[in-house]
């Protein structure tokens, strides 16, 4: 037997077992074995000398307790997982609320990104107006307008003198007032734009021409405001520029109440210099 | 003249025929089963047969006698609650010291987490590094025999329980318990082999830590 296997089985021998004959030959033999095997046997005393420990006097008392304790919890528990939803149902009320509160956040965001885009003017039909005129810096802008959908003749351009004299008035005697805005994006302005505005009624359009200010001009002021008066009829305002694009937009005539106020042709609405009092 | 035993021996004589008491205790699996009908005094007389040795065992394995009682009666709790699903496969002892020692475990995992250092202790508990000895043995004469044992004892129990929870369980149940291989490896739940190499690998860190005292 060698040390190893001595040491093994020394290491799995029991307390007070004795030692297998070869075993012993070995220990008899083999010093570092025998000062293993004391060692072994000593520490196996030492931890064998530990006095065992007995639970408290109300060990059984304590454990009645606990006991009854767990029982009454348990039952709690048990009425508990009677009425508690199940794990799926509380995943589907969730996923339920989650789009619920998705598809309303959806639908205040979404207004607010189309207004956002209209006042930047970053909406793509806007780009697709303005693209044209960015290429070609010098092209002139013409904004016709038909009245009671007819078709627009031949302009007849007048140039328009600079803000706060934006704002024309056709010369045709109509007595409606109308104003059309355009609000460019914030694309950069190319320099000596020049606007042109027809305004058309009937067979003889009124026409607004406007002359963009220099290269200096603010991207606020490239708004462009025809005053016209035209009969209380409904009619529309067409805007084409140079490039081919058109927008159509239908006006409803405005009547405040039984009077038509803007109906009376002696009543002119003077127009301030900011346009206020427009509507 | 006889002596008057009961009540029913007064009323109808001696001649009443005692009920005979069986000699043959009942077995473990049978106080079980008893206790899974309903027989209350049969889970009673489970719980003193091994009421001690299981604190005693969990006690070895935490150093803490509180917390070894408390421990003791959580592994009774289950046992009553787990009465239902007890299968006889194995000896009871070797059920109940599963659950001692698995909840003693986790209890040891948890004092890990939380990392709490006694401030009497002089030794730190880490998984796998070398305890590292906080106050090492006074080396002077004690002037009595009991106090030197009383120390020697202690000084055991907290190399003990500076073990790796995976030593210290097969030395406990081994050389404190007296389990034998086999019903350590079923109570740990590995193999004869594992449990070998355990409890020697146990008894060489205990070897250099209670060197004075060998």
Redo the contacts between chains.
Sequence with gaps: MDCKAFRTES??L??GESLSRKAQAHLDSCAACRAFQT??L???Q???????????PD??F??RA??AT?KSA?NHAAHRSWFAPSPKAISGAVAFVLLVMGAIVFKNVQPTQLGSQVATGNSEPAKAVIAPQQRQADAPEQVAVAAQAQSVAAPQNKPLASRPSEVVRAKNGTERILQAKQTRSASPAPSSRTLTADLTFGSNPPVITRERPSATTSMEEKDATALLRVSSQPFKVMLHDRQGALRSVSLEPVVFGSQDFLGRATQRHQPSANGEGIW | MSTLTSIDELRYGTAVQRAPVSEQPLTDHALLEATRTGDGEAFAELVGRYRNQITSYIYRMTNDYDGAVDLAQETFVRVYQAAERYHSSYAFSTYIYRIATNLAISELRKRKRRRLVSLTGFFTATDDAEAREFNPPDARPLQDVELVDSERRAAVARAISTLPEKYRAPLVLRDVEGKSYEEIARILETSEGTVKSRISRARGFLRDKLKTYL
Aim: negative net charge.
């Design positions: 290491e799995e029991a307390t060692e072994r000593s520490l196996r030492l931890i064998g000398s530990l006095e065992p420990v007995n639970a408290p060990f059984d304590q454990l606990r006991l767990a348990g």
